[in-house]
């Protein structure tokens, strides 16, 4: 709750309090109506265009610097970035969530496996976790790493593949990744020059530069989460938001999303945040 609490962002899933139970306890949070990034994507049948795409990679770029900028003497990790973790609005925007492995980099932890439930320890997926991170797992989190998750994610957004796809299992990827290599860009030429428009060509070159910097193998090689954002905000300014416009129409009238509605008894008390005191009070249902 400390961790959320600093994360306003536009970009950040807004939490609205906590409620809780015998034995359990749960956050509320802004429904997202839009459902996961990695769903959209890898839908065969989306018609995501490349303006939309850019609009993802720089909205999870700014809410990425802000979590690394948060204050000047705390920055926060998010230690497990990766499409699954970015919710859509009702109009595609989005929100980076899941902040159950997030830590201040100025506390120690240990890297954990998904499966393990230690809420002091460092959670990653394996699939999106930077290659340093096989070797030294009982290190800090890092913002390189973060990074790193990055770079992976806009693989899935620049092609709408799971970056596992070529590989038999994810223990031969994750061998693949600690030697070096990264998921299949061998297409990227073929659907580059599949592309009609000066603009779509663009947007590509610009996702696969910041893609190829961000899982670049040493660490301090990679490029500040600020840097990258600037970058695809630049280009994002220069596209016509009628385009992007019309692309979510059509897609929001392909899938038919509706807004879910939950009945007033099978709610409990919400302690809602003050945002005076700065603490949270029991509030209304």
């Known amino acids: 709750m400390e961790l959320l609490r600093k994360a306003n962002h536009p970009n950040v899933v807004q939490v609205y309090g ?17 459902g ?7 839908d065969a049948d989306n018609k995501i265009t490349s303006p939309l795409r850019l609009r993802f990679a720089a909205e999870i770029a700014d809410a990425i610097s802000f979590l690394h900028t948060l204050t000047k ?32 980099c100025s506390y120690t932890v240990q890297a954990r496996q998904p499966n393990e439930v230690d809420s002091d320890r460092l959670q990653y997926t394996p699939i999106y976790a930077a290659p340093e991170l096989f070797e030294n797992a009982g290190g800090k989190p890092t913002r390189s790493a973060d990074v790193y998750s990055y770079g992976l994610t806009v693989y899935m957004i620049l092609t709408g593949k799971d970056p596992t796809e070529t590989f038999s299992s994810l223990e031969e990827y994750v061998q693949a990744i600690r030697r070096g290599q990264r998921p299949d860009t061998s297409f990227i030429p073929e659907k580059r020059r599949s592309m009609t428009t000066r ?6 070159d610009a996702l696969e530069s910041v893609m190829r910097q961000c899982w670049d193998h040493i660490p301090e090689e990679r490029p500040e989460i600020i840097a ?22 059509e897609e929001l009238e392909r899938l038919n999303i509706q807004l879910p509605s939950h009945e007033e008894h099978k709610c409990a008390p919400l302690n809602q945040l003050d945002p005076i005191t700065n603490t949270f009070a029991q509030g209304m249902r």
Not at 18 to 34: K, N, R, V
Not at 231 to 241: D, M, N
Request: glycine share 4%; charged share 25%.
């Open 73 to 104: 003497s705390k920055r926060m990790t998010h230690s497990d970035i990766k499409p699954d973790n970015v919710l859509l609005t009702i109009d595609f925007h989005c929100k980076l969530a899941d902040f159950g492995g997030a830590q201040f």
């Open 199 to 204: 603009q779509a060509l663009a947007i590509a």
């Open 36 to 42: 996961k990034l990695s769903t959209r994507l890898l």
């Open 228 to 249: 990258v954002r600037n970058q695809l905000q630049k280009l994002l300014r220069k596209i016509k938001q009628a385009d992007i416009t019309k692309c979510v129409s």
């Open 18 to 34: 906590w409620a809780a139970w015998t034995d359990s306890i749960a956050l509320a949070m802004e429904y997202l109506p839009g």
